[in-house]
């Protein structure tokens, strides 16, 4: 299977199961377009008469080019991958590499979109002790098996708004790294509102990563991240988010933030993160219920599709100008990407990654917390739901009968669980709308790098 497309001045062809990609001339472009559907004769004389002023024996030439290609398996290569993805995904069950501890379910904004209903997940107010954290690092360490390195992300609500605990269980954990064999990776997710000097030297000491909530222009970010006052935030928390991103050197981070139907024009708002100063970026587009008034809509989508072409045009604007920065959707290694097990099994919710709410509940990921039907188990005394389990092990690109025709699906890995769930009932569903913007992002993700690798050959 092959995806071709035009953009950024690039015919670009994709062998979706090889995983070659190819910047092509005209020629070529027209020639691998026809290749499959028709005969060698019938394709050299249409693509002939598309191009005039190419010789018939050039054209020859291109068309043994691409067989060539075929041949070496960098065209149309077969899709080999399916009889594996039960088995490979079987090879790792019960093994844990990851949880979301959901340190506060509380939080001191009022975020009219937050998918966890303002911090609570539909739920009492609560935050985690160091008993529950500790339990649930225990249990990670207990579950994964020969792995070193074990994920840990202290979420909310606004998990600073449990600091000391977070600071404990970062102590515990460094405690019995050496014993345990293991290598703890932590990431705080913050609204920024309680950073201080003692949050900015712990999180530099101790988190390999940090994501920063902020929306970009003060009307935006400030119509739905408020306070219970009503109030906006982004005054309070700008000087916050620069001087702990200075203090980090600019690197290990993520400024992510959430584009809805007020903001399809969602570039507008990464110039300005640009404008101040940072440069590890993410923009993500709202996740919602049905009819919610914050959700996209069918008429936002050709806007947003537009704004990804042209933040790709801005990457590479900067890029001449010495000014790059990073877009989280468009980090793609084309020579070293994902391993195929994860292109074809996903992210691992309810097997390799949990979420764990302040009671120690266990669920597939922090998208399900508070959906009692989803509930795993808890981190005293592990997975008993193997209903639920098995369903979310099931779940591959392959289980997915939308998926299988769809070029995107070794890049996507069969989408968020979360997400098809929400939208279809079924964790084996699928977000039609977020697929979309997918792809959209894939085409222009994989266009820069195309072009950054011309740009570095002149």
Same mark, same amino acid.
């Given at each position: ?60 030439? !291109? ?79 207990? /579950? ?86 009503? /109030? ?183 989408? !968020? ?42």
């Amino acid at each position: 299977m092959i995806h071709q497309y035009k953009l950024g001045g690039y015919n670009i062809v994709l062998d979706i199961c090889s995983g070659a990609v190819h910047a092509v001339d005209e020629v070529a472009y027209d020639i691998i377009e026809r290749f499959e559907a028709n005969d060698r004769g019938t394709v050299i004389s249409e693509v002939q008469k598309m191009h005039p002023e190419i010789t018939a024996s050039d054209i020859e030439e !291109c068309y043994a080019q691409v067989v060539s290609l075929k041949e070496s398996g960098k065209l149309f290569a077969p899709d080999t991958f399916e009889p594996m993805a039960g088995t490979l995904k079987a090879k790792t069950a019960g093994v844990v590499k990851a949880l979301c501890l959901h340190i506060a379910h509380t939080c001191n904004l009022n975020c009219e979109y937050c998918f966890a209903s303002q911090g609570n997940y539909h739920g009492e107010r609560a935050v985690m002790s160091f008993e529950v954290g500790k339990a649930a690092l225990d249990f990670l360490v207990e /579950n994964s098996g020969t792995r070193r390195n074990l994920e840990v992300d202290f979420f909310g609500g606004e998990p600073l708004m449990n600091f000391d605990v977070v600071k404990q269980l970062v102590a515990y954990a460094r405690s019995i790294e050496k014993e345990k064999n293991k290598n703890f990776r932590f990431t705080l997710t913050t609204n920024g509102i309680l950073i201080d000097d003692d949050v900015i030297d712990f999180a530099n000491r101790e988190m390999s990563n940090v994501v920063l909530s902020l929306d970009g222009r003060k009307e935006i970010h400030d119509r739905y991240r408020v306070d219970y006052a009503g /109030n906006g935030s982004r005054e309070r928390i700008v000087p916050k988010f620069k001087k702990l991103v200075d203090a980090r050197g600019g690197k290990n981070y993520y400024m992510r933030g959430t584009f809805t139907h007020a903001n399809p024009d969602f570039l507008e708002d990464i110039k300005v993160m640009l404008d101040l100063g940072f440069t590890e970026l993410s923009m993500e587009p709202v996740v919602c219920a049905s009819g919610d008034k914050s959700e996209l809509t069918e008429e936002d989508k050709p806007i947003v599709m537009e704004q990804y072409e042209k933040l790709a045009e801005l990457m590479l604007k900067r890029d001449k100008e010495g000014k790059p920065f990073t877009f989280y959707h468009y980090m793609i290694d084309l020579t070293g990407g994902p391993c195929i097990y994860k292109r074809i099994s996903g992210c691992g919710s309810g097997t390799e990654y949990m979420a764990v709410t302040p009671w120690g509940d266990l669920y597939p990921c922090h998208q399900f917390v508070g959906d009692e039907k989803f509930k795993l188990g808890n981190v005293f005394d592990g997975v008993d739901n193997k209903e639920i389990q098995d369903e979310f092990m099931s779940c591959n690109v392959y289980s997915r009968p939308e998926c299988r025709d769809c070029w995107a699906r070794l890049y996507c890995s069969g989408g !968020c669980a979360a997400n098809a769930y929400h939208a279809t009932g079924s964790v084996k569903g699928i977000y039609k709308y977020g697929c979309d913007l997918f792809r959209k992002r894939m085409e222009c993700a994989i266009m820069v790098q195309v072009a950054r690798i011309f740009e570095g050959q002149k």
